[in-house]
C-alpha cells in the first residue's frame, strides 16, 4: 500500500506538469512561433542553383538553410541590401539582393531591383566619405561626414590634414550645403561653412610658432551617383584663415574622393 503522503506529492506534480501544458496551449506561448506568411509578398523562382538563408541581414550571420533551384520564395521584408524571404518548407532567412537579381516573377520575367536603388539614392540622409587633393600644391586628406536636411540641403562635417615639406596643418569645419538637382546622377553643389585651422611648423624650423586660427571656406563640386551606395565626388574650395586682426591668408583646394551612403 502506496503511503499516503507520496500520493499526495505525486498528484501534485502531475498537476503542475498538466498546468503547465495547458499554458503552452495558450496564444501567448504560440507568440514566439514564426510569423503567418504575408498574403502581399511578392513570388519570385530561383535561377541559380541555390540561394543561402541567413539568421540574419549581413554577412555575418551564418547560414542555416539553402533552398534549390525552381523553388518559389516570398520576400517579406527589406534592410538595405538584405531581404527577408519565407521558403516553401516555411523557414525564414535573410537573402543578399545579388543573390535574387536572376530570380523570376510569376510573369516569367527577371526580377528588377533597379527602382529600390534608385529609391535608396533618392531618400539618402547619411553619407560617409574621404578625398585626396592638394592645398596650396601639397598633398592633402580630408574625411567628412554629412547629413540631409531637405532635399536640396546638407550639413556636413570636414577633418583635413595637410602634409606640407615645412609644416603640417590640421584644420575642420563645418558646412551648409546646397545641391539643386539633388535627384540627378549628376549633381553640382554649392557650400560655405567655418571652422578651424591649425599649422605645426617642421621642429628643424628655427624660430617659427604653430599658428592657430579661425577658419572660413567656399566650395563648389559635383557629384555622380556611381552605383548601389557608392558616390563620386570633386570639389573646388577657398579657404581663409584669420590669423589677425589684421592680417589673414587665403588657400585653394582641390580633392576628389568617393562617399558612401545610407
Known sequence: MQHPMKVRHARSVFATIAVALSVLGTPLARAADPAEPNERAERVQITDPYIELHTGPGRGFPIFFVAPRAQWISIELRHTDWFKVRAVGGQVGWVQRKQLESTLTTAGETKTFRDMLLDDYLSRRVQLGAAWGQFKSEPMLKLWSSYRLSETLHVEGTLGQVQGVFSGTDFWHVNVLSEPWSDQRISPFFGVGLGKFKNIPNPSLVGASPT??????????????????????????FYTAF???TRSLEYRAVTAGLSFFF
Open 243 to 245: 590669423v589677425s586682426d
Open 212 to 237: 592657430d586660427a579661425q577658419l572660413a571656406n567656399a566650395s563648389v563640386g559635383v557629384r555622380y551617383y556611381l552605383t548601389e551606395r557608392f558616390v563620386l565626388r570633386g570639389d573646388y574650395t
